[in-house]
C-alpha cells in the first residue's frame, strides 16, 4: 500500500468521489488540448467526453456549466488599464456586457447548495468590434500545475486501482490543497458577493510595446455574508438565481475589476500557484449587471465564453490552458448546437 503519511489525518478518501465530481466538473474550463491533437494522444473530444456526468450529456446544454443564468450590464472603463493594454475596453467609456452566472457542472438540474463552485462568463464589446471574453470561477487557485496532471488525476479518479488516488496525491500534493479549498470554503449568499478570479495569466501590450503577464479578479460591491453550514442546508435548489434575481430587481449589481501585475519570475503558466499579495493591482473599471435574461433563447444562449477570444492589445501568455480550454469550448458548443432540438425553448408568448 502507498505510503499516506503525508496526507492530512484522517484524509477522507471514502468521500472522494463527490469532490472528484467537482475537480471533474470544473475540469473543463481548465482542459488542455494544444500538443494532444496528434494520432494516440487525447483530444478535445475526449476530454470533453471524460468530464460528462457517466449517463451522458444533458442533450441541448453545455457541457459544463449548465446550469446558469444570463444578464446584460456595462463594463465601464475608468482609463487607468490604458497603461497596460491599448484595447479600447480600457478606454473611459461604457461598454456593453453579456453575462451569464453559472454553476460548474453538466447537469442543469443541480441544486444550487450542492455547487462547490460558482462561474461567471462575460462578452464585452466595443464601437471598433473589439470584443473580450473571459470565464472566471470564484476559486482561488486551480487543482492541478499542468494539463498532463491534471489529466493524470482524471484517470486516477477514475482507476479500479484503490491506490491510484493515493499514488497521484503523493506525486501532486497541490490537489490536497485545492480540494481542501472545495470542501471548506464558505459559500456567500449568492452570486452578487463572490470575488471571480481569471486564474489563467495573460499579456497585455502597451502603446510602447511593452508586455506586462496579467490575472485579473472582479470584486464584488456588495458586502460579503457567507452561509453557515446549516443555512446552505436549508437554502432552496435555485437559490442563487433567487438571490440575484432579488437583487437586481432592487438595483444593478455591481464588481471592481482589479488587473494584476506580474513580478519577474512569478509562475506565470502554473494556475494552481497565486502570485504574493503585494503585486501591483490595478483597478481598471467596473463591471455593472442592469437585466436578468432569459436562459432559453436569450442572448447567452448562442454565446461561447471562450477566453482565447481577446482583442488587440491582449494575447495569451506561456500558460496553456486558455487554447485547451477554447478547444473544449468548442466541441461542447458544436455539441449543443446540434442538439438545439433538445434544448427547453422559451414558450412562446412568455416575456422576461
Known sequence: MA??????????????????????????????????????????????????????PVLGHRRNHAKGICFTGTFTANGAGTELSTAQVFERGEYPVVGRFNIAGGDPSTPDPMAQVHGLGLRIVTPKAQEWR???IDAPFFAAATPQDFYAFLKAAGSKDPNAVKQYAQAHPEILTFIGWVKNHPRTEGWAEDRFNSLNSFVFVDASGIKHVVRWSLVPAAPVLTLTPEQLAQAGPNYLQDDISKRIASGPQRWEMLVTVANPGDPTADPTKPWPADRRTVDVGTLTAQQLEQEADGPCRDINYDPSVLPPGMTTSDDPFP????????????????????????????TK
Open 3 to 56: 505510503d499516506s503519511s503525508f496526507l492530512p489525518s484522517p484524509f477522507p478518501f471514502g468521500k472522494l468521489a463527490a469532490i472528484v465530481v467537482v475537480v471533474a466538473a470544473v475540469a473543463l474550463a481548465f482542459a488542455w488540448a494544444a500538443g494532444w491533437l496528434s494520432p494516440h494522444r487525447l483530444t478535445p473530444v475526449d476530454l470533453v467526453t471524460a468530464v460528462q456526468p457517466p449517463t451522458g
Open 134 to 136: 473571459t470565464a472566471m
Open 323 to 350: 487554447a485547451a480550454r477554447s478547444a473544449a469550448y468548442r466541441v461542447s458548443y458544436n455539441g449543443r448546437m446540434a442538439e438545439s432540438s433538445h434544448y427547453p425553448h422559451q414558450p412562446e408568448g412568455a
